[in-house]
């Protein structure tokens, strides 16, 4: 029985419109004057601190403490700025499984498991009325590896549960090959959908659990049974 629902934010639960990888850009060409500085980087399922220390290495720039506290303090101001200004939502099927989920006898806890700094996670998410639905999770700012963040997750989703937890006891929701993988790292469920730049057989690829074109396909009795 699945205790610890993790969630994927980008692609999974919502789409902000570009605002993310905006605001990326636009810290780049005005903090660190280097325009389209973001033309060159992959943003797919990635770490905001790996992304950002992308940018740093291919324009030469020190990647020391206080250029990544420069370049995130100003990512969230523009964050929020452009969430306000690109139409982004809330994908099918989000709000109808979260739900779904808070009404089964032994409901799930539900957590994030993302890229996204814990800032910039919340910015998006209560943009879109979404943050209250999430008692823990990892984020980018805890760690630049992806599967490091999925050990954080499952071990703040054990604390708050006040158990251990196996890896068949934890479901993670996304909508990349490298949520799929960090997933696998510590041995959790996978539930994969191609809301995001990856299609089916891109996902199916690398053995989730489960697959689905959208979470509209995903019946919560059986993903976490």
Same mark, same amino acid.
């Given at each position: 029985?699945?205790?610890?629902?993790?969630?994927?934010?980008?692609?999974?639960?919502?789409?902000?419109?570009?605002?993310?990888?905006?605001?990326?850009?636009?810290?780049?060409?005005?903090?660190?004057?280097?325009?389209?500085?973001?033309?060159?980087?992959?943003?797919?399922?990635?770490?905001?601190?790996?992304?950002?220390?992308?940018?740093?290495?291919?324009?030469?720039?020190?990647?020391?403490?206080?250029?990544?506290?420069?370049?995130?303090?100003?990512?969230?101001?523009?964050?929020?700025?452009?969430?306000? =200004?690109?139409? !982004?939502?809330? &994908?099918? $099927?989000?709000?109808? %499984?979260?739900?779904?989920?808070?009404? *089964?006898?032994? #409901?799930?806890?539900?957590?994030?498991?993302?890229?996204?700094?814990?800032?910039?996670?919340?910015?998006?998410?209560?943009?879109?009325?979404?943050?209250?639905?999430?008692?823990?999770?990892?984020?980018?700012?805890?760690?630049?590896?992806?599967?490091?963040?999925?050990?954080?997750?499952?071990?703040?989703?054990? =604390?708050?549960? !006040?158990?251990? &937890?196996? $890896?068949?006891?934890? %479901?993670?929701?996304?909508?990349?090959? *490298?949520?799929? #993988?960090?997933?696998?790292?510590?041995?959790?469920?996978?539930?994969?959908?191609?809301?995001?730049?990856?299609?089916?057989?891109?996902?199916?690829?690398?053995?989730?659990?489960?697959?689905?074109?959208?979470?509209?396909?995903?019946?919560?009795?059986?993903?976490?049974?």
């Amino acid at each position: 029985m699945v205790r610890l629902a993790l969630f994927d934010i980008d692609g999974t639960l919502i789409r902000t419109g570009g605002a993310g990888e905006k605001a990326f850009a636009k810290v780049a060409a005005q903090e660190f004057q280097v325009p389209n500085g973001t033309a060159h980087l992959n943003f797919a399922g990635r770490t905001d601190q790996s992304i950002v220390r992308d940018f740093f290495t291919q324009h030469r720039i020190e990647p020391s403490r206080n250029n990544f506290e420069r370049f995130f303090h100003r990512y969230v101001f523009w964050l929020d700025e452009l969430l306000g =200004r690109t139409r !982004g939502r809330v &994908l099918p $099927g989000v709000h109808e %499984l979260l739900r779904a989920m808070q009404a *089964l006898p032994q #409901a799930p806890l539900p957590g994030l498991l993302t890229g996204n700094i814990r800032l910039g996670a919340e910015i998006k998410l209560r943009h879109f009325g979404l943050w209250d639905y999430f008692k823990v999770g990892a984020f980018g700012d805890d760690h630049e590896d992806r599967a490091r963040i999925a050990a954080i997750a499952r071990d703040r989703g054990a =604390r708050f549960l !006040g158990n251990t &937890l196996a $890896g068949d006891e934890i %479901l993670v929701i996304g909508d990349t090959p *490298l949520d799929i #993988a960090c997933a696998q790292v510590i041995g959790a469920r996978t539930l994969a959908v191609s809301t995001g730049l990856f299609g089916m057989d891109q996902l199916k690829a690398h053995a989730p659990t489960w697959a689905f074109e959208s979470l509209e396909r995903a019946d919560v009795r059986l993903i976490c049974a």
